[in-house]
């Protein structure tokens, strides 16, 4: 069995999966609720948090797939990019169960684990495909054949989730953004404000959410608190729809180039649910498949580490004792 641990940012998480890499047994992971009080996570917060939980988490993970240390056969976990703390406690973990069992260990890229989350959501899926991964932290657009990944376009300014939390919490909204700004938006009109879509006229792959996040900023600015509270679900709508038709106008401009056959949609937005019926419908008009795993795995976790590892090549003990995290 894969034991994979992932702790690139807030989440703390552990995973067993079986040797494909395609089939998790346990996917255990610790939410940390410290930073809302902050309206974003504080790396500090985010490390220190990491190390009282990653034992426990660890021992979930193991037990939920009634398994022991005596039945893994390779330690994976993220080493970059991520918060450099909290990375930091996942390795020194994963060397150290290696390390005291003579195991190999697989260090793992976050967003190669983001792109194999969509071979547990299809075990069947296959190399070529275009895949968005879309989140917090990272927005961009791979290329994924049988040689590996290649990056096609990514954001020049934020992230999409960074977009839509940041868009949240100019509307007054709760943390994390992204969830909070949805549900503010059922049954709100998208089309009653006009809201930018980032380089939208451009041929390029990439992405663009700066101007997007001003144009909200200064219509709020033109409103009082009781316009803003009786547009609320509108502004919200229009906000959310925006982010929606950057990235799926992008994707869709991806396959076109590359004549991908099939479509992969990863990360945390890609919970989104207007994003996702929006894909299934195009998806469907042009006749391609589409992976899009559920809201379980699209967070980070640790199973897409495993299922990651089971394409990457592993370090043998001890060679990975001077293996260290990366922040990029």
Same mark, same amino acid.
């Given at each position: 069995?894969?034991?994979?641990?992932?702790?690139?940012?807030?989440?703390?998480?552990?995973?067993?999966?079986?040797?494909?890499?395609?089939?998790?047994?346990?996917?255990?992971?610790?939410?940390?609720?410290?930073?809302?009080?902050?309206?974003?996570? !504080?790396? =500090?917060?985010?490390? @220190?948090?990491?190390? /009282?939980?990653? *034992?426990?988490?660890?021992?979930? &993970? $193991?037990?939920?797939?009634?398994?022991?240390?005596?039945?893994?056969?390779?330690?994976?976990?993220?080493?970059?990019?991520?918060?450099?703390?909290?990375?930091?406690?996942?390795?020194?973990?994963?060397?150290?169960?290696?390390?005291?069992?003579?195991?190999?260990?697989?260090?793992?890229?976050?967003?190669?684990?983001?792109?194999?989350?969509?071979?547990?959501?299809?075990?069947?899926?296959?190399?070529?495909?275009?895949?968005?991964?879309?989140?917090?932290?990272?927005?961009?657009?791979?290329? !994924?054949? =049988?040689?590996?990944? @290649?990056?096609?376009? /990514?954001?020049? *300014?934020?992230?999409?989730?960074? &977009? $839509?939390?940041?868009?949240?919490?100019?509307?007054?909204?709760?943390?994390?953004?992204?969830?909070?700004?949805?549900?503010?938006?059922?049954?709100?009109?998208?089309?009653?404000?006009?809201?930018?879509?980032?380089?939208?006229?451009?041929?390029?792959?990439?992405?663009?959410?700066?101007?997007?996040?001003?144009?909200?900023?200064?219509?709020?600015?033109?409103?009082?608190?009781?316009?803003?509270?009786?547009?609320?679900?509108?502004?919200?709508?229009?906000?959310?729809?925006?982010?929606?038709?950057?990235?799926?106008?992008?994707?869709?401009?991806?396959? /076109?180039?590359? *004549?991908?056959?099939?479509?992969?949609?990863?990360?945390?937005?890609?919970?989104?649910?207007?994003?996702?019926?929006?894909?299934?419908?195009?998806?469907?008009?042009?006749?391609?498949?589409?992976?899009?795993?559920?809201?379980?795995?699209?967070?980070?976790?640790?199973?897409?580490?495993?299922?990651?590892?089971?394409?990457?090549?592993?370090?043998?003990?001890?060679?990975?004792?001077?293996?260290?995290?990366?922040?990029?």
């Amino acid at each position: 069995m894969i034991l994979a641990i992932e702790t690139s940012c807030d989440d703390t998480c552990a995973a067993v999966l079986d040797s494909s890499g395609r089939q998790a047994l346990s996917n255990v992971v610790h939410t940390q609720t410290e930073h809302s009080r902050y309206g974003g996570v !504080v790396p =500090e917060v985010a490390s @220190r948090a990491h190390l /009282e939980r990653m *034992d426990g988490v660890v021992e979930a &993970a $193991l037990a939920e797939a009634g398994a022991t240390l005596d039945d893994v056969g390779s330690v994976a976990v993220t080493v970059r990019p991520g918060l450099i703390g909290a990375l930091l406690v996942g390795v020194s973990t994963a060397k150290g169960i290696a390390y005291a069992r003579r195991l190999p260990l697989v260090p793992v890229n976050h967003l190669e684990g983001h792109v194999a989350a969509a071979y547990l959501a299809d075990p069947g899926l296959e190399p070529p495909f275009v895949a968005l991964i879309a989140s917090g932290g990272h927005t961009a657009l791979y290329s !994924v054949g =049988e040689d590996g990944m @290649r990056l096609l376009g /990514e954001t020049l *300014d934020d992230a999409a989730g960074e &977009a $839509l939390d940041k868009g949240a919490r100019m509307l007054g909204l709760g943390f994390p953004g992204g969830p909070a700004l949805s549900k503010a938006a059922e049954g709100g009109d998208p089309d009653r404000y006009d809201f930018p879509v980032g380089l939208k006229g451009k041929a390029d792959l990439d992405f663009s959410f700066s101007g997007l996040k001003t144009s909200l900023l200064y219509k709020l600015k033109a409103m009082d608190a009781d316009e803003v509270s009786r547009e609320l679900v509108h502004l919200a709508a229009g906000y959310e729809a925006a982010v929606v038709e950057a990235l799926v106008r992008k994707l869709l401009r991806a396959a /076109e180039l590359h *004549d991908a056959p099939a479509l992969v949609v990863v990360g945390g937005v890609a919970a989104n649910g207007p994003l996702r019926r929006r894909l299934e419908a195009e998806a469907a008009r042009l006749g391609k498949g589409l992976v899009v795993p559920p809201p379980a795995l699209c967070t980070d976790n640790a199973a897409m580490i495993g299922a990651a590892a089971a394409a990457t090549p592993a370090l043998p003990f001890p060679d990975y004792l001077s293996l260290n995290a990366r922040s990029v």
